[in-house]
């Protein structure tokens, strides 16, 4: 067996949540005076980072950012318009996260294979957790309802804690775990998973269903991209 333990992204990764998450976020914008017209693609640019910097991307959007100047938002390169200030995400934010916690079971769900690859991995002794940038009141909820028993460990964005790519997050999942980080893996859809691996000193793997696409995990430096929840059991066990 290659790795000991598997941990992984949960938006993109595990559960397709884009079409609950964009029902979300355009209720927070309308009860908030902003467009609410944003598409799944549009969502999809947002998320990641964590919903602060989701909510900064949607509102700089809207002020007319390109998406392609969307991805150095929560970094040292970001520019944020003018317009966006930070009070103006907050109240954005007042709607959107209980709204979200109250509605984040809709229309998500597993991605094809998933709940057999935690059923085959589990059984094969590999140990499982979430790090996920969502608010960790949703995660909790959505491990809950879709995974019951299936994780040894789930941690979301929470204060105290740095959100990844900083290694704080997988830092204490490991520690919990008791796997040593050499025999662990972090299997995302996205640069921030790629980077949270990085900076974590751990291997990575990419899922290509996600919220990116292969020619932007690439460009990021993803090496080892799978394409369907099958391969990606073989890369986990390594065979």
């Known amino acids: 067996m290659k790795y000991k333990a598997a941990i992984f992204d949960m938006d993109g990764t595990i559960l397709d949540t884009s079409a609950d998450l964009t029902s979300a976020l355009n209720y927070a914008f309308e009860q908030t005076g902003h467009r609410h ?3 799944v693609e549009d969502i999809k640019n947002f998320f990641g980072s964590g919903v602060v910097v989701a909510v900064t991307r949607a509102l700089a959007y809207e002020a007319g950012s390109s998406r392609e100047s969307l991805v150095a938002f929560g970094t040292k390169d970001e520019q944020i318009p003018e317009a966006v200030t930070q009070a103006e995400v907050n109240r954005v934010l007042e709607v959107f996260k209980p709204y979200y916690a109250d509605h984040c079971q809709i229309k998500t769900g597993p991605f094809p294979g998933i709940l057999d690859l935690m059923k085959n991995l589990r ?10 940038n969502k608010p960790n009141e949703a995660v909790q909820v959505l491990v809950e309802e879709f995974f019951p028993g299936s994780f040894d460990f789930a941690l979301g964005e929470r204060s105290g804690i740095r959100r990844k790519p900083a290694p704080d997050m997988t830092s204490e999942c490991v520690k919990v775990l008791g796997v040593p980080r050499d025999k662990c893996v972090y299997i995302g859809d996205s640069e921030i998973d790629i980077q949270t691996a990085r900076n974590s000193e751990m291997d990575e793997i990419a899922v290509n269903w996600g919220f990116r696409s292969v020619p932007f995990l690439q460009k990021h430096g993803a090496t080892v991209i799978v394409d369907t929840a099958e391969k990606l059991e073989e890369a986990i066990l390594g065979e």
């Not at 059984?123 to 996920?132: D, T």
């Open 37 to 39: 017209d944003f598409t």
């Open 123 to 132: 059984q094969k002794g590999v140990k499982l957790a979430v790090v996920s």
